[in-house]
């Protein structure tokens, strides 16, 4: 079973960084598609970055493209998720989660991904 386990969350000042990780294990990465989504309270889970892991595409939503960048170590089946130029609207509590390449719906989604992690929370605040 696919497990995925967030770190990296934290309190930061608008303006910051933040590198956010997610360590995958008990599957095949190469049938996966992983997934960065977040969450405020009362809102819907909104995505935020995604790869495909065999052929490494990726793909941002509008507001992550040119802030935040995925980047992956395979030896550890890790998947990273660097915030930079952070803003108070991006507190969240950010979650990685899996979605078999099989699976209906599309990666930038909630739809079809079956594993999710735990969560971490980032607080954007001065």
């Known amino acids: 079973q696919l497990q995925l386990v967030e770190s990296g969350g934290g309190l930061v000042q608008p303006g910051g960084s933040l590198r956010l990780s997610c360590v995958v294990s008990?599957?095949?990465?190469?049938?996966?598609?992983i997934g960065w989504f977040r969450q405020v309270p009362g809102k819907e889970r909104e995505f935020v970055a995604g790869?495909?892991?065999?052929?490494?595409?990726?793909f941002y939503e509008d507001f992550a493209e040119g802030r935040f960048t995925l980047s992956r170590n395979d030896a550890k089946d890790t998947i990273y998720l660097q915030l930079d130029s952070l803003n108070p609207e991006d507190t969240a509590v950010y979650y990685c989660?899996?979605?078999?390449?099989?699976?209906?719906?599309?990666?930038?989604?909630?739809?079809?991904?079956?594993?999710w992690g735990q969560g971490t929370q980032v607080t954007v605040s001065s």
């Open positions: 008990g599957f095949n990465l190469n049938y996966y598609a």
């Open positions: 790869i495909r892991w065999a052929d490494g595409a990726d």
């Open positions: 989660a899996g979605k078999s390449l099989t699976a209906p719906g599309i990666i930038n989604t909630a739809f079809g991904y079956d594993y």
